[in-house]
């Protein structure tokens, strides 16, 4: 059973920082592209950050010089280092692979 369990999000001031960590089990984890999206209430789920296998990486262009995806594979995990955060950055962010989600990690940002 492929299971996808993200921790790391919270509540933090507007200029803060945050890392995501997305434990993936019971898959193969190295030769997938790995995903993060997020999602606010009554907006549609965007694509925020992709790390392929190989490292290659693409970003949201709202997020492009703030967050950073990283993955170990040793440790099938992966995760979304967030800096200087906005009030609009507030959402659910999500891990995904393969079709296969996570519960969800939210993440306010808010003085």
């Known amino acids: 059973q492929v299971q996808l369990v993200e921790s790391g999000g919270g509540l933090v001031q507007p200029g803060g920082s945050l890392r995501l960590s997305c434990v993936v089990s019971g898959s193969i984890f190295s030769s997938y592209t790995m995903y993060w999206f997020r999602q606010a209430p009554g907006k549609q789920r965007d694509l925020v950050a992709e790390i392929t296998s190989g490292s290659s990486t693409n970003y949201l262009d709202s997020v492009k010089g703030r967050f950073t995806i990283s993955r170990d594979n040793a440790k099938k995990t992966v995760y979304l280092q967030m800096n200087n955060l906005k009030p609009e950055d507030t959402a659910v962010y999500y891990c995904?692979?393969?079709?296969?989600w996570g519960q969800g990690t939210q993440v306010t940002v808010s003085s």
């Open positions: 995904m692979f393969a079709n296969y």
